[in-house]
């Protein structure tokens, strides 16, 4: 055993550093003996002072202290750099995964972006394409329109004498030509000429009211008759009313209608005509009159308009519209379905 010259520790003789002050034994004793300090409560020891080897090579225990000492400050100084690697590692890392979600994001925002492009000019093609269509089609009604106008501004010009000229000569028919008149008035539509021809015909009647009370009992007994199909019965009591009244239009139209049935046309065309005479307003006239011209070859287009005249006086154009359509398919007269027809298209046309 031997003491420390600084702090008078007693230390085995193979130990050269004393363990509580760290003086090396080896160096020159101090001048005065140290005073040993009162150690602090809980204090951190001090530093490790830096030694100089040992002069005993050959003592095992001194080399013993000596790589303790070496591997304790190996064993403390090796988790720094273990710490700093794995922290350097991690920043690493998350650097690689943030460079790898921007290069991702980036190619699906890349992709994102030619989809929407590539969408947006679809759909300007396409509005081009519509906005083309319509420019087209636009043009096509503008080029209508002027055509229509047109032949608007021809046929007026062209029509124009014609209408003047028919409401002339309705003005001044006479008995004979002012039913011719009105069929011409007929189509194109010219209702002045009609209205003023019918108006001509209160001028021509000169036939006088008979009994009437009689002709009307008569004519409801021909109508029985001819509703039960006997024609030729019926005929005879329409003849005996209109000689009983001849200024009823009502029993002379049943009289040319009954004599159209058995093909007494002649007779017919009189016996209207003097209904017209006494009535140019009676739509069933008109109708009647119809299915004579429609009896007659190549006077289709008469009796059309024989039915458009028929409309022009009827009381109830809604009701006499409706009955021509009906009878265009349901007529038992087939020479009628057809001039029912092409009225009914003209009179829609010009209402």
């Not at 530093?47 to 190996?74: C, G, I, L, M, W």
């Not at 890349?110 to 509005?127: F, G, Y």
């Not at 003047?164 to 009105?182: H, P, Q, S, T, W």
């Not at 028929?310 to 409706?322: A, C, D, I």
Request: proline share 7%; charged share 20%; hydrophobic share 35%.
């Amino acid at each position: 055993m031997k003491t420390c010259p600084n702090c008078a520790a007693s230390l085995p003789d193979f130990v050269n550093v004393c363990t509580k002050c760290k003086f090396n034994l080896d160096s020159p004793p101090p001048a005065k003996p140290p005073v040993r300090p009162a150690p602090a409560p809980q204090a951190s020891p001090p530093p490790v002072a830096s030694f100089t080897a040992p002069s005993h090579p050959t003592n095992s225990n001194h080399h013993e202290q000596d790589y303790s000492s070496k591997d304790r400050a190996t064993t403390s100084a090796a988790p720094a750099p273990k710490k700093n690697n794995l922290a350097i590692y991690a920043v690493v890392g998350v650097l690689v995964l943030v460079v790898i979600g921007w290069l991702v994001s980036s190619k699906s925002g890349s992709d994102e972006t030619k989809l929407v492009k590539e969408q947006a000019a679809a759909e300007i093609a396409r509005a081009k394409a519509e906005a083309s269509d319509a420019q087209e089609q636009a043009q096509k009604a503008k080029e209508q329109i002027e055509q229509v106008k047109e032949q608007a501004s021809q046929a007026s010009t062209s029509s124009s004498p014609q209408v003047n000229d028919l409401l002339a000569r309705a003005a001044k028919c006479a008995i004979n030509d002012c039913i011719g008149i009105m069929i011409l008035a007929a189509q194109p539509r010219n209702s002045e000429a009609i209205q003023v021809a019918a108006g001509r015909f209160g001028e021509f009647n000169t036939q006088k009211t008979g009994d009437r009370p009689t002709a009307r009992d008569l004519n409801n007994k021909g109508l029985a008759q001819l509703k039960a199909g006997n024609v030729s019965g019926a005929i005879d009591l329409f003849s005996r009313a209109s000689q009983t009244d001849p200024n009823d239009s009502e029993i002379l139209g049943n009289l040319g209608y009954a004599l159209i049935q058995v093909g007494r046309l002649d007779e017919a065309d009189k016996a209207l005509g003097s209904a017209l005479l006494v009535n140019p307003r009676r739509t069933a006239t008109w109708g009647a009159l119809a299915e004579l011209f429609a009896k007659k070859p190549n006077s289709s287009e008469a009796a059309t308009r024989c039915l458009q005249l028929g409309y022009e006086f009827s009381g109830n154009r809604e009701k006499t519209l409706q009955f021509f359509t009906d009878s265009s398919a349901t007529s038992d007269r087939p020479e009628m379905r057809p001039v029912y027809t092409e009225a009914v298209r003209r009179i829609r046309a010009y209402n």
